[in-house]
Structure formats: structure tokens, C-alpha cells
């Protein structure tokens, strides 16, 4: 672990965290004295399971509560969301015949998921998750957290990177950066103390794969090359030993359990926990019991490495173009850092070594890592840690569609970021007054084969003769890795205006109302826990006295003094059911003034018995 | 070299470039390039210094040093950080810092792709088309024809880009009014340069289909 160079000496500004949100687990973590630190709930566990519950009564279980519902109320539990973030329908036909997703009708631009009788996109979902990493940093740091690094796969195009800020967004969250996962996790690693050298990040997690490959100097950390797969990762693994399970158990049982989701999700968790075990001991037992029926499998390590080796290989061929697009060959690559949990598996870890000959780091825990990467990236940003600096890159060309559907590249994949370009239209058509300029990332040639990113419609053109008007737009990519574009009539020198449709995700009125919505509801919430929490306050006082009346002390009161205790009670029953907390409250206070010499008299009467050696109940 | 303009932020005259010499306060970038690097208009650049170069003005502009700066700052921050890395992309590689030099100066390049064979290479070309033609039709044996085809492009490209590296020394040493000169020459010899490339390409996009 590395030391950090840190000044305090602006304590009081306010605390940015870092957060992990990842496809199986998310984090936060926290800039300390000594370095980054994961934040723990308060039952001291690190990680909250990215599963996400709507209970009978409209409010969201989250984490580890959650799993359990995963099994009680399938139809109302989801998990794994990240891997619908910034995605369209037809994106997710696949992933729909391996996970328990429930589209609901209607979700075109966005996909909406249904849990029970209630609709919400995937960043919304998120949101769950991050407000319960915010609330877990709140009560741990003991201060109001409103703004935050989020991470993601560094293979992440641009409506996936939007999809994230919107979460962070509608849980309340500003979040100043997005940082890749591989990028963080190099900064965790404190790698930079040797100075000079090449840093191969390989990033396998529950749902996704990165490789990143990074140059460090003198504390700068400059990505030369990113490349991916936003939907490989340890889910996969699992989803194969699922297949396997649920064959093997129909010819057992003579029951096809492939459609029950509560079945599917207690086989779900036998085969994580066996590919778990198997990455310490060379076999395991995938046992599970299912409705008082046992069914026990005896796995190996070596057919299991037979069942992954094509989903191991598949990680190969994106590190290859890494290195040839950073115009390295494997030797150059002085050390490799192994980040998700997944690279637990022996099987990637010899994949990994064979690949760029090189023994790799694992002293950091792979499911923390990145989260306290992001601890660190969000100490530069606050001006904390001034010793480092990150350079990322785009993983993906950005380009816009021009004649014949062939797309015009702009931003060449692997450019730094910032990163701009340039380019002047003009119209085709005698007085035309829009011109739909269409903006997709990806490296093929036609955009119909690209990711479609947006349509940006310039409007209120000036009418002019064709190829007359001159309008200069400029793409520009921030350092979160999320599209810029602004024009300029060049004619009038006037800010061209711009409406943008986006092809996937939120558009911007959406997401300022699910802010909205989850504010009123936050406030909804905590106006009825306080109600709770005074209705509670109300039994625990209500039931002091009722056990008071059959005292001794009750019996030294005058009879006013009793009077106005039974007029108190009957005032604060009168409001319990009133729904205003401040009320309750305000009887509450009124109904111990009441009772405060029956309350020393009982306190006399205990000092009395006390002394005399006699136990009072 | 650094042109000085007035600081946004103390209205210190003539004060500031990248940043306001008596404030510090970042300004609005110069979208030029070799002014943005502080550089002399010089075709032939020492690489190492480009880095370094680089690398300080990344500390000084990137937009993780203004989270809690103004708006303006931040806008400046994001903004100059651009212009940095696209500068840097363009001017450590030598033909397209060849090729910005050309387009501020007036000469536009790489509009006449492929369109016109030079005249130096059209028996080349011509052999060239009827190999792909039969590598097409399934006729294996112009393979080694191919390769050997590929080897001559690549050397052609070598020499031309010894001769780009004569030609960058004698533009920066060339007075001013001598300079378009020079440039129209390496215009030239760039354009030639992007036809070969190109049909190593295609030599290498055909073989790729081929072995597919």
C-alpha cells in the first residue's frame, strides 16, 4: 500500500466519496488520514449486494435484506441492473433469456423494469442502491454526503455513462467524476511510486470486462489504451453452471425448474457459492435444497475450468488489441493489477500471467479495490491529494452518420480526454432551416452497425440558398468519458440552438422529474418515520404510567395531580393517530410535565427500598 | 510564440496567456496549437520535450484541478484541456503536424484521395488492381506477387518519409516568404505518402477478407 501525500489543511470543505457500483456488490469509500478506507454499514459488513427490493408497502429493501428476497418475492426483487444502464430494448433480448428481468410494456427508449405492481428504468434502481451507500457514509462520517466519484467499466459508452450520472442524480448525489473502474483501481494501488513504468489493469467483474494499459510518470497515471466487453463477466460463469444444474436437476426430479424463478435463484446461489470454493480447493459440492428436496453435485476444478475456458479466452482477444493499440508487445508491460472478483478464479490468474508474462498484483482485496480507487480520485478532486492525475481515454470512436449511412470519424478511440472535434455543416436545400446531425460511437463503418448516441437537431437556421449557411458544431468529450456539443451559426456569430434526442436513456426533463419524485418521497419517508418514531415514544410513556398507577408512588399524588395526568393521556390519544409528529411530540412533553412527582416519587420510593436491601420490580 | 492579451479576472493589461501572469487566474485558451505549447512554428519537434511539455500542462489545465473553482474556471479548465490533448495527439505524430501546418497556412490536404493516380506509380497501381483481381477470383498463386508488392510500398513509404524529415529541417530553417515554398513541396510529397498508405491497406483489408 502506498503512503499519500495529503493536506488538511482545508478541513471544513465538503467530504466527497468514493463509490463503487458495481453489477454483484457496491461500496463507498472515504479519504482518511492514512488513505483510502472502505465505508462499513452499521453492521459492519463493507459490501452492499447491488439487489434491489420494492416491499408490499412501496418502499425499497436494499443489499443484503434484499438477497433474501430474491427467493421470497422474485417479482418484486431485481438484481444485476448495471447491465441494463443506458440500453435499449432490443440490446437486452439476450441477457433476457438468462436473467429474471420483467420488461415492462412500453419501454422503448427506456427500459423499464417491473417489480410488482410498480414500474421504475434502471437508474432508478441504481439510485436505491447509491442512497444506501450514501446513507451508510452518512451515519458513518457523521456529516451530510451530497457529492461523489462514481465508477464505471471503462468500456462504458456514453448513454451507459449518462444512465450512471442520472442514478447518482435522482439518489441526490452530485457526482463530480465518473472514473473508470481499471483507472481507480491503479490510483488504489498506488503504483506511481515507481515512477516511470507500464501498468496492465485487467478488470473482470460480476458483469462486465475491462483492460486498461497505463503509462505512469512522476504521479500522472496516463491511460494509453482501453478496451473491453461490457457484458462478460462472473455472471456468465454463473450462468453456465445454472444451465448445468437445472438439466442435471430435471432428469433427477423429472422437473423442468427453469421457469421458477424461486427455484432458479436457490440453484443461482448453490453454484456462486460452489465456484467460489473452487477457487480454493480443487473440489466442491453444489448442494441445495429446494421444498425438502437435497440435491448434491460433485464439481471439480478441472471440468469447471472446461465449462469457463472459452469465456476466460474471451477476455484474451480485447487485452491483444489493447496492447496493439498502446503499440506495445507484452514484454513492456512491467506490472498487472487484477481487479473483480472474478479474478479469484486460478484459471484467469494463469490466463493473466501467460498473456503479458508477468506475475500479477493481488495484495489489495479485487471487490474493494476500486472503490477506494475512487476514495482516491475524489481526495485530487477536492484538492486533498495533489500529488496524482489522472489521464483517461475514450474506449470508443465517436463519429457522425454522413451520406450512404458510412460514419465520419471525429474522436479516434484511445484520444485523452477532454477531447474535441470540429466540423462546419451546412444546408442542402434552398431556405432549409434544420439540419439532424447523428452521433454514434463505435469503430465500424456504417452507423447502422455503431451505437447510436443521439440526434442533435439544429433549429432556427436563418433561411439562406443552399450550402450558403455555415454552422460550426463542436464535439467534445469531458473528462467523464459524456458527449459535449455546442454550435455556432459562423455567419452571425451567434449560438446556434441545439435540441437533443437522445437514442437510449433519460432525456433531461425525465430525470429532473425523478429527482423531484424521489425528493417529495424522501420527505415523504421521513415525515413518517418521525410519526413512527413519536407514535413509539407515545406506547413506551403511555405504558410507564399505566405501570405507575399500581405504585405506591401513585398513591402519594393529590387527587389534581392524578386529574391532570388522566387529562394528559387523554390528549395525547386524542393526536397518536393524527399523523403530525410535532404534535404527538408536543403532548408527549405536556404528559411528563404532568407526571414529573409521580416520577420522583417512584425514583424516592426505589432510593427507599434500595436502602432498605429490598429488591423492587 | 505566446501572444499576451488582457486577464479576464484582474483586468491586467497584455498580463496573460494560458494563465494571468500577476493573478494566476486560468484564461480562455488559444485554440492554436503551437502558441498553446509555447512552440515555434517548426515542423521538426523534439518528442521528449513535447511530452514533458505535455505532462506539466496536464497538472496545470486538467479539469480534476477546478472542481471547486468557478464556473468560468471550470469552463476554461475543460475547454484549454481539450485544445491540450488534441494538440498533443496531432503534434507528436509527425504527418499530422505536417498536415496542420499545411491547413493554417492555406493548404488544404487530403481532399484528392485516390482520386487521381500519380503519375510515377500508375504501372504499379495497374499491376497492383489486377492481382487483387485474381486474389479475388480465388487464384492463390499472385500471393507472393502480393507480398512482395506490399514490401515495395512499404519501402516507397520509408523514403518518403527520410524525405519529409529533409523537408521539415529545410522549412524551419527557411525564411518566412520562403516557407509556402517548402510547404507546397511537402504538401506534395504528402499527398503521395497517403496513396501509397492507402493501398497497403487495401492490400491488407483484401488478405484479411481472404483469410476470413
Known amino acids: ?617 | 510564440m505566446a501572444h499576451l492579451h488582457d486577464c479576464w479576472h484582474c483586468g491586467a493589461k497584455d498580463a496573460a496567456s494560458l494563465f494571468c501572469r500577476y493573478c494566476n487566474t486560468i484564461q480562455a485558451p488559444t485554440p492554436d496549437y503551437y502558441e498553446f505549447f509555447d512552440l515555434p512554428r517548426c515542423l521538426a519537434l523534439d518528442s521528449e520535450d513535447l511530452k514533458n511539455r505535455f505532462y506539466t500542462l496536464s497538472r496545470l489545465l486538467h479539469p480534476d484541478r477546478y472542481t471547486r473553482r468557478s464556473e468560468q474556471e471550470r469552463r476554461f479548465s475543460l475547454e484549454a484541456s481539450s485544445i491540450l490533448n488534441d494538440a498533443y495527439r496531432v503534434l507528436r505524430d509527425p504527418i499530422q503536424r505536417a498536415e496542420y501546418v499545411l491547413r493554417q497556412e492555406g493548404f488544404p490536404v487530403g481532399d484528392q484521395r485516390n482520386k487521381d493516380v500519380p503519375p510515377e506509380l500508375l504501372e504499379e497501381v495497374f499491376e497492383l488492381n489486377m492481382a487483387l483481381d485474381e486474389l479475388r477470383g480465388g487464384d492463390l498463386e499472385v500471393l507472393p506477387q502480393l507480398d512482395a508488392m506490399r514490401r515495395r510500398f512499404q519501402e516507397m513509404l520509408a523514403e518518403i518519409d527520410s524525405g519529409l524529415q529533409a523537408l521539415f529541417a529545410r522549412h524551419d530553417a527557411a525564411p518566412a516568404e520562403e516557407r509556402k515554398e517548402v510547404l507546397a513541396a511537402i504538401r506534395s510529397t504528402l499527398n503521395r505518402r497517403r496513396y501509397i498508405s492507402n493501398l497497403i491497406q487495401e492490400v491488407d483489408r483484401q488478405l484479411a477478407a481472404r483469410n476470413a
Open chain 1, 1 to 617: 500500500m502506498s503512503t499519500f501525500q495529503i493536506d488538511f489543511s482545508s478541513a471544513q470543505k465538503r467530504r466527497i466519496i468514493g463509490i463503487d457500483l458495481g453489477t454483484t456488490n457496491s461500496l463507498a469509500a472515504f479519504m482518511d488520514l492514512t488513505g483510502p478506507e472502505i465505508i462499513p454499514g452499521p453492521d459492519g459488513s463493507r459490501m452492499v449486494p447491488s439487489i434491489v427490493s420494492l416491499d408490499v408497502s412501496g418502499s425499497f429493501v436494499v443489499g443484503e435484506p434484499a438477497r433474501r428476497l430474491l427467493i421470497d418475492a422474485p417479482e418484486r426483487t431485481v438484481y444485476s441492473v448495471k447491465r441494463l444502464m443506458g440500453r435499449g430494448r432490443e440490446d437486452v433480448a439476450e441477457e433476457l433469456k438468462l436473467f429474471p428481468f420483467r420488461i415492462a410494456e412500453g419501454s422503448e427508449q427506456v427500459i423499464r423494469l417491473q417489480l410488482g405492481d410498480r414500474t421504475f428504468t434502471p437508474p432508478e434502481i441504481s439510485a436505491q442502491i447509491l442512497k444506501e451507500l450514501k446513507r451508510r457514509a452518512e451515519q458513518y462520517l457523521g456529516e451530510e454526503i451530497t457529492q461523489a466519484v462514481i465508477t464505471v467499466p471503462a468500456y462504458f459508452n456514453d448513454a451507459q455513462r449518462q444512465a450512471t450520472r442520472d442514478a447518482g442524480r435522482i439518489a441526490g448525489l452530485e457526482v463530480l467524476r465518473l472514473v473508470n473502474e481499471p483507472t481507480a483501481a491503479s490510483l488504489a494501488y498506488g503504483l506511481d511510486k515507481r515512477k516511470e513504468g507500464i501498468v496492465a489493469v485487467y478488470d473482470l467483474g460480476g458483469g462486465t470486462f475491462d483492460i486498461s494499459i497505463l503509462r505512469l510518470h512522476e504521479g500522472i497515471f496516463e491511460v494509453l489504451a482501453t478496451n473491453g466487453d461490457t457484458h462478460l463477466g462472473g455472471d456468465d460463469i454463473d450462468n453456465r453452471l445454472l444451465a448445468i444444474a437445472l438439466e442435471d436437476i430435471a432428469s433427477e426430479w423429472g422437473e423442468d425448474l427453469s421457469h421458477n424463478g424461486e427455484a432458479v435463484q436457490t440453484i443461482r446461489q448453490a453454484v456462486i457459492r460452489a465456484k467460489e470454493e473452487l477457487s480454493f480447493q480443487p473440489v466442491t459440492v453444489i448442494d441445495l435444497e429446494y421444498r425438502g428436496r437435497r440435491y448434491q453435485r460433485e464439481l471439480r476444478r478441472e471440468l469447471f475450468e472446461n465449462l469457463i475456458r472459452d469465456i476466460v479466452e474471451r477476455t484474451l482477444g480485447p487485452c491483444r488489441q489493447a496492447m496493439r493499440d498502446a503499440g506495445l508487445e507484452p514484454e513492456q508491460i512491467d506490472e498487472v493489477v487484477l481487479v473483480g472478483g472474478s479474478t479469484r478464479i486460478p484459471m484467469v490468474r494463469r490466463a493473466v500471467e501467460a498473456l503479458f508474462k508477468a506475475k500479477p498484483h493481488t495484495e489489495l482485496n479485487p471487490d474493494e479495490v476500486v472503490a477506494l480507487g475512487a476514495a482516491v480520485q475524489a481526495a485530487i478532486l477536492s484538492g486533498d491529494v495533489q500529488d496524482k492525475l489522472l489521464l483517461d481515454v475514450t474506449p470508443l470512436s465517436l463519429g457522425i452518420e454522413t451520406m450512404g449511412g458510412v460514419v465520419s470519424k471525429l474522436i479516434h478511440r484511445n484520444s485523452t480526454i477532454p477531447a474535441s472535434a470540429t466540423e462546419i455543416f451546412t444546408t442542402s436545400v434552398d431556405g432549409q432551416r434544420n439540419v439532424l446531425i447523428h452521433v454514434v460511437q463505435g469503430e465500424r463503418e456504417l452507423a447502422k452497425d455503431c451505437r447510436s448516441l443521439a440526434r442533435f437537431d439544429l433549429k432556427d437556421i436563418e433561411p439562406m440558398p443552399a450550402g450558403m449557411a455555415r454552422i460550426e458544431v463542436r464535439f467534445l468529450i469531458d473528462a467523464n468519458g459524456i458527449l459535449n456539443v455546442t454550435a455556432r451559426d459562423l455567419r452571425s456569430g451567434k449560438e446556434q440552438s441545439i435540441e437533443v434526442k437522445p437514442s437510449y436513456g433519460l432525456t433531461e426533463e425525465q430525470v429532473e422529474a425523478m429527482i423531484r419524485e424521489s425528493f417529495e418521497k424522501a420527505e415523504e419517508d421521513l415525515r413518517e418515520r418521525q410519526v413512527r418514531e413519536a407514535r413509539v415514544e407515545a406506547d413506551n410513556i403511555l405504558a410507564a404510567v399505566e405501570k405507575a398507577r399500581l405504585s405506591d408512588a401513585w398513591l402519594e399524588l393529590t387527587d389534581e395531580e392524578r386529574a391532570a395526568i388522566d387529562a394528559a393521556i387523554n390528549e395525547l390519544q386524542m393526536v397518536y393517530h393524527s399523523g403530525d409528529h410535532l404534535l404527538i411530540r408536543d403532548r408527549i412533553e405536556k404528559l411528563d410535565a404532568a407526571t414529573r412527582r409521580l416520577a420522583e416519587n417512584m425514583m424516592n420510593t426505589a432510593v427507599r427500598q434500595a436502602l432498605k436491601g429490598t429488591k423492587i420490580e
